[in-house]
């Protein structure tokens, strides 16, 4: 489970925004297993609400997310969708990178070069040794 920090920017944030955005937030968990710490920064600015998110991630680099609404629960949605389609990009980027299967379920495609190629049982068998 991350550590979720949540704190006002300009003004006091109530108890219920806090426990609003915790239950929220807390949903991220299930699209990327290795965070760490979410920071949320909440605000307004004029007559609309601002959020931000700070994820940290272990062994890369913090993702970082803004919205701004009239309402702060639309803008804590928002910046959720966000959160939601980096997370998910970054853990694809990291299943290609380190060679796993990739999103479609398959596995490398071979050209035909490959194909062509023989096995080394085959190439030893058509040798002449002296």
Known sequence: MPTIVVTG??????????????????????????????EVLLGHSGD?????LVISIKRSNPIVCHSRAKDLYAAIDLVLDKAEAQLTKRKEKL??????????????E?????????????????RDFP
């Open 48 to 52: 609309s609400a601002e959020v931000e």
């Open 9 to 38: 920017r300009d003004a006091q944030v109530t108890s219920r925004n806090k426990e609003r955005a915790e239950e929220k937030i807390a949903k991220l968990e299930k699209y990327f297993n290795r965070i760490g710490k979410i």
């Open 95 to 108: 299943k290609t990178h380190k060679g796993e299967l990739s999103a479609s379920g398959e596995g490398p």
């Open 110 to 126: 071979k050209t035909g070069e490959e194909e062509a190629l023989e096995s080394y049982d085959e190439v030893i068998e058509k």
